[in-house]
């Protein structure tokens, strides 16, 4: 059974820095091709954040929301089977509950609905 669990999820003050996990379990990353963030405010839709997709095991491509370039890095540690995502300057618009989704598609997608499999999220909340 694929599973996918967040951690790293917090308070933390505006301009502060949290890094979350994406782990697998069932399956290794190398399962799957593409790993995504996404998140959901209280009252919103849940949105796209960032994703990071993987061609063998070195060469990979990212991608970001408009609102995070330059703020939050994704990346993959193969030997961890764990995916992070590195925010860096969060506002308090970055609170949310954080998910992480895997598919085998071909591309990086921005859409919820291209993705597979999630995880039950983990949640941020950034004081101003």
């Known amino acids: 059974q694929v599973q996918l669990v967040e951690s790293g999820g917090g308070l933390v003050q505006a301009g502060g820095s949290l890094r979350l996990s994406c782990a697998a379990s069932g399956r290794t990353f190398s399962f799957y091709t593409v790993v995504g963030w996404f998140r959901q405010a209280p009252g919103k839709e849940r949105d796209f954040v960032a994703a990071i997709r993987w061609s063998g095991d070195s060469i990979y491509y990212a991608d970001y929301a408009d609102s995070v370039k330059g703020r939050f890095i994704i990346s993959r540690d193969n030997a961890k089977n764990t995916v992070y995502l590195q925010m860096n300057s969060l506002k308090p618009e970055d609170a949310a509950l954080y998910y992480c989704?895997?598919?085998?598609?071909?591309?990086?997608?921005?859409?919820?609905?291209?993705?597979?499999?999630w995880g039950q999220g983990t949640q941020v909340t950034v004081s101003s």
């Open positions: 989704a895997a598919t085998k598609g071909a591309a990086i997608s921005a859409s919820e609905d291209d993705y597979d499999y």
